[in-house]
């Protein structure tokens, strides 16, 4: 049963009104790799297979938007296309800016799931374009970046997401940087703020400018060593688990939160938190887009959910 946005809602616009000391579960942890006793198993659970690949239609409205709100729990079922521009995206709420697809089914929304079809485009395409991140096209999920075509000034999102399978891919950047992550203030591909969940088990949270990367902080959370061989993935395999990132935009700096939610209990977990001053000489703008990134590996999502913080008012 899905939880309830009003069910979670502590974590919107209550926690922008009480210090994190005062909000339950709000210290770090590190949390236990053991899956709830209902978590289906690779074992158990087959990876279905994807649908064959169709254009979505573009629809006049957004779903469940406002000024101040918007929220997804993919319940039609649909696939959506990566294009070259936001703007020619056949959805209102949703941009495909990597990944080749998107796919809603079953209540689920999830990357392409397995191989793609040998003859579809954009197996052919990233056959050409960038065939060592997607094993010679046929994953071209390893670069799946989702992205809103709304704009946020100090974002608040939550999304649920289950790892179904690591793509071991051969390319060199496979790595321990790679994970499960939210975007924010994101103007485009080099200039963003991102954090989550990384396969070495650390949250993380960073910043892209001038498609510079720098590491605003980052800090154990999932028990085990990492190595890329033996043991590539920390993140919790077939169990849901939440993700939550809070952005607070002030003038002189960008606060952000980085929350867990590791059995899907709704009692979500500060992991991480950072701090990033503003260059007067180069502000942040004043907004900028959402969305979800994954690297080398297929997950399905639940739950999206993104709201304004408190007092913050489009420019």
């Not at 703020?193 to 498609?211: Q, T």
């Not at 607070?248 to 001053?277: C, H, N």
Request: glycine share 6%; proline share 9%; charged share 20%.
């Amino acid at each position: 049963m899905k939880p309830l946005f009003s069910r979670v809602a502590i974590f919107l616009l209550p926690l922008l009104c009480f210090p994190l000391s005062e909000i339950p579960g709000s210290s770090p942890a590190v949390i236990s790799q053991q899956a709830p006793a209902d978590t289906p198993s690779a074992t158990t659970t087959p990876l279905p297979p994807s649908p064959t690949p169709t254009v979505l239609t573009a629809t006049a409205t957004p779903t469940q938007f406002d000024s101040r709100r918007f929220a997804d729990d993919f319940v039609t079922n649909l696939v959506l296309e990566e294009t070259d521009q936001m703007e020619n995206s056949a959805s209102p709420d949703w941009w495909v800016n990597s990944g080749g697809w998107f796919l809603q089914r079953g209540g689920v929304g999830s990357t392409w799931i397995g191989d793609a079809p040998a003859d579809s485009r954009w197996r052919k395409l990233y056959t050409l374009s960038n065939p060592r991140d997607t094993d010679q096209g046929a994953h071209p999920q390893n670069l799946f970046r989702l992205v809103t075509r709304s704009e946020w000034l100090s974002p608040a999102q939550q999304v649920y997401f289950r790892i179904r399978t690591d793509n071991l891919s051969p390319s060199a950047n496979r790595g321990k940087s790679n994970g499960v992550l939210l975007l924010s203030l994101y103007i485009d591909g080099e200039n963003l703020y991102y954090a989550g969940v990384r396969v070495d088990g650390f949250a993380v949270i960073k910043k892209k400018s001038g498609g510079v990367y720098t590491t605003l902080a980052e800090s154990p959370l999932y028990p085990g060593t990492y190595d890329r061989g033996t043991n590539p993935d920390l993140i919790p395999q077939n169990a849901w688990t939440g993700l939550r990132t809070v952005v607070l935009a002030e003038e002189k700096k960008i606060t952000i939160m980085v929350y867990t939610d590791p059995d899907r209990s709704g009692f979500w977990i500060l992991a991480l938190q950072a701090e990033d001053a503003v260059d007067p000489s180069r502000p942040p703008a004043r907004s900028g887009r959402a969305g979800i990134r994954t690297d080398f590996m297929d997950v399905e999502f639940d739950d999206y959910r993104i709201e304004e913080a408190a007092g913050s008012e489009k420019p």
